[in-house]
């Protein structure tokens, strides 16, 4: 299991606020170990100085009098009782020994006189059934601990038994329950933690939108890249750490595209100067006496101008924003179809666009001439379907032919990509084709998609330009 | 029959001049062959060719230089090579009054087949030309670079082939009346055969292309028993 979530906002979100609920608990726990003891000896002191003085009191008063004072004391935190002989009281834990030995001294010197006193102080199981479950399990060993050591935490109330033996013999027992600090207060706590926690999510979040936008856009960039190589550099903004990282994008970009540009500007000159060459070996092969052999001449020099042909092509497809001019796309469909129509090639022309649409008119062509060209030649006719709204023009090419495999849909776009079987060189293509065409669509700032035809029959060449 | 073609090749490569040279000869033209200007100048001053093949890199003086140069002087077709196949070369030769353009590695039938075209048209249609690639006709203008009409807002109508030759034709002819045999042979290369209605068809996708209303037309007419006229006034522009 993934405890760290996933994204950098979660992370931040979750460090402050296992920041703060740490934070928030040791401040408790100072605050209610200083209050509680705090407390304690101050209402401790008081007790002692109030039962001292109604030991004073009931000392000197006469026998069948104190039964009125005691009456007249009896409340809920503090008892008294007249006992002939001292009571044994021997639950208090040895730790509380210093407490005792405080408290009797106390008692002592506001008795104005030595009389013997001994103090007690033990905790009182605080419920009927909690007592009766300490009696069955004797008491956990955690409640024991926590008892001996951390007694001020517990909710409980601790009694102080004071006992004083009087002038005359007797001994005053007195019984006071010290309330406790209420340990509840942690439960008040609750909506104050969650109030810091909703004020630091809000604080999370803009913390991590500074510093995650930049890198969103970092991202945007970097995947642009991929689709088009000439954009311009990123800006540079954001925190210093993010800036430079942006920096370091845009400084590799740059190398990407000279390295780019370099080797295409290499395979530009070489198929630019194989064509005075390919020129002679055309008119040498013209001049071939024997018929067959200069057929087969003509046929390889055909091919191999084709690719250079279209590499020159692939390459100038890749050059930079074309100049646009609106365009009249039905015309253009109808030259493209008609120039087909007249090599032999059956095209069909379906829809009409709305409007012109800006374009550069002879790359546009080149595009769709490619397009209509693939579908005669591997899908036997084409029909050129032209769908347009407010928001896109939409131009497709359908075909009858056999189709190609789902998984080779995109990876025809590759430049020399060739299938297997009937897509092959003898069918008269340079494999840069859709290259040139995608290329095309992507400089228009639109888009294009090869999908297998209804019940996969044929292909359908999808261009989608944005209005 | 005819008489021979003399035609001049204007190229560096002593190997391609060669093999220019014995493929021409062999289909029936009298070839010279010049390696730069001077020696093209030096041939001009004692012969008269009926055509050029001028190639566009060539060193000292280029062959854009030098197509303009004739084109000054005289109404010598010329046909340009290059080995930069892109759009600017194709404006910048037509500009310079080139009669064609064919790009390396060209097909030497080709080649044939467009110089026997320019040399047919200057004998049986000569046409007025001057500097520059876009005609305006009727409100149109048809880039003859980039092959294309552009209409008066701006928007760009492409053309097929056909349909661009035959425009071709029309606006380098203007006000003249041009029959159905001699607009065939010059934009679909055949002869016409009787009942051939392919120039019909061919000048009614015209006229939709101008939204030229074909029951009365007023850009390209039908001339009764004629053919068909171009009747507007062409202006060059650059």
Same mark, same amino acid.
């Given at each position: 299991?993934?405890?760290?979530?996933?994204?950098?906002?979660?992370?931040?979100?979750?460090?402050?606020?296992?920041?703060?609920?740490?934070?928030?608990?040791?401040?408790?726990?100072?605050?209610?170990?200083?209050?509680?003891?705090?407390?304690?000896?101050?209402? !401790?002191?008081?007790?002692?100085?109030?039962?001292? /003085?109604?030991?004073?009191? +009931?000392?000197?008063?006469?026998?069948? !009098?104190?039964?009125?004072?005691?009456?007249?004391?009896?409340?809920?935190?503090?008892?008294?009782?007249?006992?002939?002989? @001292?009571?044994?009281?021997?639950?208090?834990?040895?730790?509380?020994?210093?407490?005792?030995?405080?408290?009797?001294?106390?008692?002592?010197?506001?008795?104005? $006189? &030595?009389? $013997?006193?001994?103090?007690?102080?033990?905790?009182?199981?605080?419920?009927?059934?909690?007592? #009766?479950?300490?009696?069955?399990?004797?008491?956990?060993?955690? #409640?024991?601990?926590?008892?001996?050591?951390?007694?001020?935490?517990?909710?409980?109330?601790?009694?102080?038994?004071?006992?004083?033996?009087?002038?005359?013999?007797?001994?005053?027992?007195?019984?006071?329950?010290? @309330?406790?600090?209420?340990?509840?207060?942690?439960?008040?706590?609750? &909506?104050?933690?969650?109030?810091?926690?909703?004020?630091?999510?809000?604080?999370?979040?803009?913390?991590?939108?500074?510093?995650?936008?930049?890198?969103?856009?970092?991202?945007?960039?970097?995947?642009?890249?991929?689709? #088009?190589?000439?954009?311009? @550099?990123?800006?540079?903004?954001?925190?210093?750490?993010?800036?430079?990282?942006?920096?370091?994008?845009?400084?590799?970009?740059?190398?990407?595209?000279?390295?780019?540009?370099?080797?295409?500007?290499?395979?530009?000159?070489?198929? /630019?100067?194989? $064509?005075?060459?390919?020129?002679?070996?055309?008119?040498?092969?013209?001049?071939?006496?024997?018929?067959?052999?200069?057929?087969?001449? +003509?046929?390889?020099?055909?091919?191999?101008?084709?690719?250079?042909?279209?590499?020159?092509?692939?390459?100038?497809?890749?050059?930079?924003?074309?100049?646009?001019?609106?365009?009249?796309?039905?015309? +253009? !469909?109808?030259?493209?179809?008609? #120039?087909?129509?007249?090599?032999?090639?059956?095209?069909?022309?379906?829809?009409?666009?709305?409007?012109?649409? @800006?374009?550069?008119?002879? !790359?546009?062509?080149?595009?769709?001439?490619?397009?209509?060209?693939?579908?005669?030649?591997?899908?036997?006719?084409?029909?050129?379907?032209?769908?347009?709204?407010?928001?896109?023009?939409?131009?497709?090419?359908?075909?009858?032919?056999?189709?190609?495999?789902?998984?080779? =849909?995109?990876?025809?776009?590759?430049?020399?990509?060739?299938?297997?079987?009937?897509?092959?060189?003898?069918?008269?293509?340079?494999?840069?084709?859709?290259?040139?065409?995608?290329?095309?669509?992507?400089?228009?700032?639109?888009?294009?998609?090869?999908?297998?035809?209804?019940?996969?029959?044929?292909?359908?060449?999808? =261009?989608?330009?944005?209005? | 029959?005819?008489?021979? %073609?003399?035609?001049?090749?204007?190229?560096?490569?002593?190997?391609?001049?060669?093999?220019?040279?014995?493929?021409?000869?062999?289909?029936?033209?009298?070839?010279?062959?010049?390696?730069?200007?001077?020696?093209?100048?030096?041939?001009?001053?004692?012969?008269?060719?009926?055509?050029?093949?001028?190639?566009?890199?060539?060193?000292?003086?280029?062959?854009?230089?030098?197509?303009?140069?004739?084109?000054?002087?005289?109404?010598?077709?010329?046909?340009?090579?290059?080995?930069?196949?892109?759009?600017?070369?194709?404006?910048?030769?037509?500009?310079?009054?080139? %009669?064609?353009?064919?790009?390396?590695?060209?097909?030497?039938?080709?080649?044939?087949?467009?110089?026997?075209?320019?040399?047919?048209?200057?004998?049986?249609?000569?046409?007025?030309?001057?500097?520059?690639?876009?005609?305006?006709?009727?409100?149109?203008?048809?880039?003859?670079?980039?092959?294309?009409?552009?209409?008066?807002?701006?928007?760009?109508?492409?053309?097929?082939?056909?349909?661009?030759?035959?425009?071709?034709?029309?606006?380098?002819?203007?006000?003249?009346?041009?029959?159905?045999?001699?607009?065939?042979?010059?934009?679909?290369?055949?002869?016409?055969?009787?009942?051939?209605?392919?120039?019909?068809?061919?000048?009614?996708?015209?006229?939709?292309?101008?939204? %030229?209303?074909?029951?009365?037309?007023?850009?390209?007419?039908?001339?009764?028993?004629?053919?068909?006229?171009?009747?507007?006034?062409?202006?060059?522009?650059?």
């Amino acid at each position: 299991m993934r405890l760290l979530p996933r994204s950098l906002f979660g992370r931040t979100v979750l460090v402050l606020a296992a920041g703060l609920l740490l934070a928030q608990l040791a401040s408790a726990l100072v605050n209610l170990l200083d209050r509680g003891s705090a407390v304690y000896r101050l209402s !401790a002191q008081q007790l002692a100085i109030r039962i001292a /003085h109604t030991a004073r009191v +009931l000392n000197r008063l006469p026998t069948d !009098a104190r039964a009125e004072l005691i009456d007249e004391l009896a409340g809920t935190d503090l008892q008294v009782l007249l006992s002939a002989r @001292p009571l044994n009281v021997n639950e208090g834990y040895a730790e509380l020994d210093v407490y005792e030995a405080a408290f009797a001294r106390i008692v002592r010197r506001n008795l104005g $006189k &030595p009389l $013997k006193t001994t103090v007690e102080i033990t905790r009182l199981p605080r419920t009927q059934r909690e007592r #009766d479950a300490e009696a069955q399990t004797g008491a956990g060993a955690f #409640d024991l601990w926590l008892g001996r050591h951390f007694y001020f935490l517990q909710p409980g109330t601790f009694s102080v038994v004071v006992q004083i033996a009087l002038e005359d013999g007797s001994t005053a027992v007195f019984f006071a329950r010290v @309330p406790q600090e209420r340990l509840g207060r942690l439960e008040t706590l609750a &909506p104050r933690l969650a109030l810091w926690l909703a004020i630091f999510f809000v604080l999370a979040v803009l913390v991590v939108r500074m510093v995650t936008r930049p890198l969103a856009r970092l991202a945007r960039g970097a995947e642009a890249i991929g689709a #088009d190589s000439e954009g311009p @550099p990123l800006a540079e903004e954001g925190p210093e750490e993010v800036r430079s990282v942006i920096h370091a994008f845009n400084v590799m970009q740059t190398r990407v595209r000279a390295y780019l540009l370099e080797r295409a500007e290499l395979l530009r000159a070489v198929s /630019h100067d194989l $064509k005075t060459p390919l020129t002679r070996m055309r008119l040498r092969a013209e001049m071939l006496a024997d018929d067959a052999q200069r057929d087969k001449f +003509l046929r390889d020099l055909a091919e191999m101008e084709a690719m250079v042909g279209s590499s020159l092509e692939f390459f100038r497809s890749l050059g930079h924003e074309p100049r646009r001019e609106p365009v009249d796309i039905g015309a +253009l !469909a109808e030259s493209v179809a008609e #120039d087909w129509r007249a090599t032999g090639g059956s095209v069909e022309l379906r829809g009409a666009p709305r409007s012109p649409y @800006p374009a550069h008119p002879q !790359a546009l062509r080149r595009c769709l001439d490619n397009l209509v060209g693939n579908a005669i030649r591997y899908g036997e006719r084409a029909r050129i379907v032209i769908d347009d709204d407010a928001r896109r023009l939409r131009i497709r090419i359908e075909d009858d032919g056999p189709g190609i495999p789902e998984e080779a =849909l995109e990876r025809v776009f590759e430049p020399f990509y060739r299938l297997e079987g009937s897509r092959n060189r003898a069918s008269g293509g340079t494999g840069l084709g859709l290259s040139i065409a995608r290329n095309i669509a992507r400089w228009h700032g639109g888009e294009l998609v090869l999908q297998s035809g209804e019940q996969h029959k044929g292909i359908i060449a999808q =261009l989608t330009l944005p209005r | 029959m005819e008489p021979i %073609d003399h035609v001049l090749v204007v190229d560096d490569d002593a190997e391609l001049r060669a093999l220019l040279s014995e493929y021409l000869g062999r289909n029936g033209f009298r070839v010279s062959v010049a390696r730069d200007g001077r020696e093209m100048r030096q041939l001009l001053e004692h012969s008269s060719p009926d055509i050029v093949v001028l190639d566009v890199m060539l060193p000292g003086e280029d062959g854009l230089a030098l197509c303009r140069d004739l084109r000054a002087r005289s109404n010598l077709p010329v046909v340009m090579l290059t080995a930069r196949g892109d759009e600017v070369d194709r404006i910048v030769g037509i500009e310079m009054g080139a %009669d064609d353009y064919l790009a390396k590695p060209f097909n030497p039938r080709e080649l044939l087949a467009r110089m026997k075209g320019i040399l047919r048209r200057a004998r049986s249609l000569p046409s007025v030309r001057s500097e520059g690639h876009r005609l305006r006709f009727a409100g149109w203008i048809l880039d003859l670079a980039a092959r294309h009409l552009v209409a008066a807002d701006g928007v760009v109508v492409p053309l097929s082939g056909t349909e661009f030759r035959l425009l071709q034709i029309f606006v380098t002819h203007p006000n003249r009346v041009l029959d159905r045999n001699q607009l065939m042979d010059l934009a679909l290369g055949r002869e016409a055969t009787p009942f051939d209605r392919a120039i019909d068809v061919q000048v009614s996708r015209l006229r939709q292309r101008l939204q %030229d209303d074909a029951r009365e037309p007023r850009i390209i007419k039908t001339v009764r028993n004629g053919g068909y006229v171009l009747a507007a006034q062409v202006e060059r522009i650059d």
